[in-house]
Each structure stands twice: as C-alpha cells, then as structure tokens.
C-alpha cells in the first residue's frame, strides 16, 4: 500500500532554513508527481510545492517562491523540501501528498515552527 514518511520539522528562528524530507513506497514513485501541502489550525490545507515525474519542473505557491526547493531522487524515493529565509507564517504542519488511481495520500505530517 501507499506510505509516505514525513520528517525534517522543527523549531527555528525566524531567516532559517529547514529541509523536509519525504520517503515514499506502495508505488512506483518514479511515475507520479509529488507534492507537498501545509496547514495551519482552522485553515484548509494549502497547496505549496510540486514536483513533475515527467520532466522534473517545479511549481511553488506564490508565498514560498524564491525560498523553498523541491527535489526528488527517484533512486531513493524521496521528495525533499529546502525551505531557507523562513517566516513566522510559514509555521504549518506539512504534508507530502500523492495522487494516484484518483485518491490522495498523505503522509503524516511533520510540524515546522518559525519564531520571531
């Protein structure tokens, strides 16, 4: 089955960098686009990153562009987020997301906290 594994949050200061990492199995990674999303408590969960298995482009919500990288290693199955000059409103659990036979997966979260 589909699993993906979040990890790579944490506490940092406001300008920091963190990079998140996805490891993914149940499917054959080097054939789907992957993603990653963002929530924060009475919000809907927010597109911000993802990754084409095609050809590699990226595209980032408008927030994060010029900050955050998405990379993928289709040897290792992962998905990796750089995120570098952080805010305090990029404070979220992020998710890493796949589509696949039309249902989305998600992994399980990891908690990214920007101080001020």
């Known amino acids: 089955q589909v699993q993906l594994l979040d990890s790579g949050g944490g506490l940092v200061q406001a300008g920091g960098s963190l990079r998140l990492s996805c490891v993914a199995s149940?499917?054959?990674?080097?054939?789907?686009?992957m993603a990653w999303f963002r929530q924060t408590p009475g919000k809907e969960r927010e597109f911000v990153a993802a990754?084409?298995?095609?050809?590699?482009?990226?595209d980032y919500t408008g927030a994060v562009k010029g900050r955050f990288t998405l990379f993928r290693d289709n040897a290792k199955n992962t998905v990796d987020l750089q995120m570098n000059s952080l805010k305090p409103e990029d404070s979220a659990v992020y998710y890493c997301n796949v589509q696949r036979d039309w249902r989305a997966y998600w992994g399980q979260g990891t908690q990214v906290t920007v101080s001020s």
């Open positions: 990754i084409s298995w095609f050809n590699g482009n990226t």
């Open positions: 149940g499917f054959t990674f080097s054939t789907y686009t």
